[in-house]
């Protein structure tokens, strides 16, 4: 059965060259519903993994509480603890075939031949590997370990799943079909997900929570849709896809938008909470721009180069180089490098920090 995680105040210190407490992780309180896929995303050394080993019991927490559902975790070893992580390298067992991996963990609970036979033949189906089942590790592809570890995480039933960046092993297409696989089978079984990955794609695409981590703390969490649309900070909208950052100034408010003066002209953007002589950063993702033909707000085409599906741009405009990215060139006119080009808007895209 799913259960809840529940992370209290939890952080993580490491005694330093002069004694001194240095935290990897500070200070982190978080709600993890039954059955939801929430990443911890961040950069290297944010603290992701550590709050996942904390999670697992593979790391001692320094200050703060875990609850699985309404059980305090934090004393109780990793072999008891109700969750199983999926790891980076599979850590399949070499000399022992699919089937036998599978069934490790439950021989080890002393559980019975024929309920390890049923439980194991279920998850075979499951992962689509019964056609692998008498298999060695060595003779299948990097997908077919990967399926074989998730199925070893699956068979024990755990009401959490941790994984621990199970796809950077994998080439970037197989990435693609793994970490689809990865959530049908999560949301089929409807168990408690918990990923950690620094690949902006895969948290957008897999996950119902997105926590950005950022030096052992939470920037944000929120849906994809509302990390990308309205990052909170500047590392938040610079770390999550790519983003343009202008400066301005708060010039007043017209039919609830925000008038904003920089050096692109006056932008009207919806946002709250800022009131007029407000500096601000005004955050504009690539697909927000558009490039013309017109007399107004004139740039210079820098960088041009097709990607198939779309036409990505740099241009100078406003004193800055901006990343434009224009969909289905096919049917737009392609500028080149050096051309004069106007730039527009679209303003209900735009936020402001």
């Known amino acids: 059965m799913a259960k809840s995680v529940t992370l209290q105040n939890i952080s993580k210190a490491f005694l330093n060259d002069k004694g001194e407490r240095s935290y990897a992780v500070k ?28 999670i697992a019991g593979f ?29 980076q390298s599979y850590a399949l067992f070499p000399h022992l ?8 963990g439950l021989k080890i609970k ?7 036979i049923s439980k194991v033949e279920s998850v075979l189906d499951i992962m689509n590997l019964r056609d692998y089942r008498d298999r060695m590790p060595n003779q299948l592809s990097g997908g077919q370990q990967q399926r074989v570890a998730l199925a070893r995480a699956l068979v024990m039933e755990p009401g959490v799943l941790l994984f621990d960046e199970p796809l950077s092993n994998l080439d970037a297409k197989l990435r693609l079909v793994m970490r689809d696989e990865i959530r049908r089978i999560q949301q089929q079984i409807g168990i408690t997900a918990v990923y950690v990955t620094h690949d902006q794609s895969e948290a957008m695409s897999m996950s119902d929570k997105v926590i ?45 938008r925000l008038l904003v003066d920089t050096a692109a002209g006056l932008l009207r953007v919806h946002r709250d909470g800022f009131k007029t ?7 504009i993702r690539p697909e927000a721009v558009s490039l013309g033909n ?48 106007s730039v527009q808007f679209a303003e209900d895209a735009l936020h402001v920090i």
């Not at 002589?277 to 955050?283: E, M, P, Q, S």
């Open 294 to 341: 017109g007399s107004e707000r004139k740039g210079i085409v820098q960088k041009s180069v097709f990607m198939g599906q779309t036409q990505e741009y740099e241009v100078q405009f406003g004193g800055q180089l901006f990343q434009i990215t224009e969909h289905n060139p096919i049917q737009e006119k392609v500028h080149a490098v050096g051309a004069s080009v």
């Open 27 to 54: 200070g982190v309180d978080l709600n993890i519903g039954e059955g939801e896929f929430v990443t911890l995303l961040g950069p290297s050394g944010c603290g992701k993994t550590t709050t996942l080993r904390m």
């Open 97 to 104: 075939n699919v089937f036998d991996n599978i069934s490790y």
């Open 212 to 256: 950005v981590m950022n030096k052992g703390r939470i920037e944000q969490m929120g849906t994809p849709m509302e990390i990308y649309q309205r990052p909170k900070t500047q590392f938040v909208a610079d770390f999550i896809g790519t983003a343009n950052f202008m400066e301005g100034t708060v010039k007043g408010t017209e039919e609830g």
């Open 277 to 283: 002589g407000d500096r601000v950063t005004v955050v």
């Open 59 to 87: 790391e001692d927490i320094t200050e703060g509480h875990i609850y699985f559902g309404n059980e305090a975790v934090d004393q109780i070893p990793p072999n008891r603890r109700d969750c199983t992580m999926v790891f």
């Open 110 to 116: 002393k559980m019975s031949k024929p309920d390890i």
